[in-house]
């Protein structure tokens, strides 16, 4: 923490280790971010694997992949990650 900020993924290793060991509430508490991006995560790797599986999905997922994954979705996902930034450092809640 060379600024005194903490980053958006500070704490994900934590949350990921605590949920692991089924800890859900600790592992929210340490980076819920990280927990909300597990199946947004999942679900990019579930549709890469169905399209080399079941070659006649392959439109299917392509353009799921080109909606949740690319374009514009990089802006949310971005925005989002800001916001949690800002959220996380600036309010008293965390």
């Known amino acids: 923490m060379l600024t005194g900020l903490e980053c958006p993924g500070c704490g994900?290793?934590?949350?990921?280790?605590?949920?692991?060991n089924g800890d859900f509430v600790s592992a929210l508490h340490f980076n819920i971010l990280t927990i909300i991006a597990i199946p947004y995560l999942l679900l990019y790797a579930l549709l890469l694997a169905a399209e080399k599986i079941f070659p006649g999905s392959r439109s299917f997922c392509r353009k799921l992949?080109?909606?949740?994954?690319?374009?514009?979705?990089?802006?949310?996902?971005?925005?989002?990650?800001?916001?949690f930034w800002l959220f996380r450092n600036f309010t008293p809640l965390f």
Do not use: D, E, K
């Open 12 to 20: 994900a290793q934590r949350a990921i280790h605590s949920l692991l």
């Open 65 to 83: 992949v080109m909606t949740f994954y690319h374009g514009p979705a990089l802006w949310v996902i971005l925005g989002i990650v800001l916001a």
